[in-house]
C-alpha cells in the first residue's frame, strides 16, 4: 500500500504550533516554553520566543481574552481597534473566506 504525500499548507497568524520540551542539556533554559518557564522565575531571561510564547496565554488588560480567541474572533474595543486588530465583523468576513476556500480545494 502506498503512502500519501502530504503538503503542509501556509501556516497562518495565531495558528497552534508544537514543538518538542524534551532536552537532554540540562542548562538549556533557553529551549524551556515561556509559558513554562514563568513557573521557575525566569522571566526577565526570556528570549523572543519564549516571550511570544507566555503572552500566548496572558489575557488582554482590556477584554480578558487571550491572543488566540482576539485573532480568531477579533476584537471591537477601539483601543484594540487602534493597535491594528480586526473587528469581530472582518474575522467573521475572514473565517467564512477561509472555510470557503478550503470547501472548493
Known amino acids: 500500500m502506498a503512502e ?3 503538503q503542509e499548507r501556509p501556516r497562518e497568524k495565531g495558528e497552534v504550533r508544537i514543538r518538542s520540551n524534551v ?8 529551549l524551556v516554553p515561556g509559558d513554562v ?3 521557575y522565575g525566569l522571566q526577565g531571561q526570556l528570549n523572543k520566543e519564549q516571550h511570544n510564547e507566555l503572552m500566548y496565554y496572558e489575557p488582554c488588560a482590556v477584554c480578558r481574552r487571550t491572543i488566540f480567541f482576539i485573532t480568531e474572533d477579533g476584537c471591537d474595543y477601539p483601543i484594540c481597534r487602534q493597535q491594528g ?9 475572514r473565517k467564512s473566506r ?3 476556500s478550503s470547501e472548493t480545494a
Open 23 to 30: 532536552c537532554t542539556d540540562p542548562d538549556a533554559w533557553h
Open 85 to 93: 486588530i480586526m473587528s469581530h465583523a472582518e474575522a467573521a468576513r
Open 4 to 6: 500519501e504525500i502530504k
Open 98 to 100: 477561509y472555510s470557503d
Open 37 to 39: 518557564a514563568r513557573n
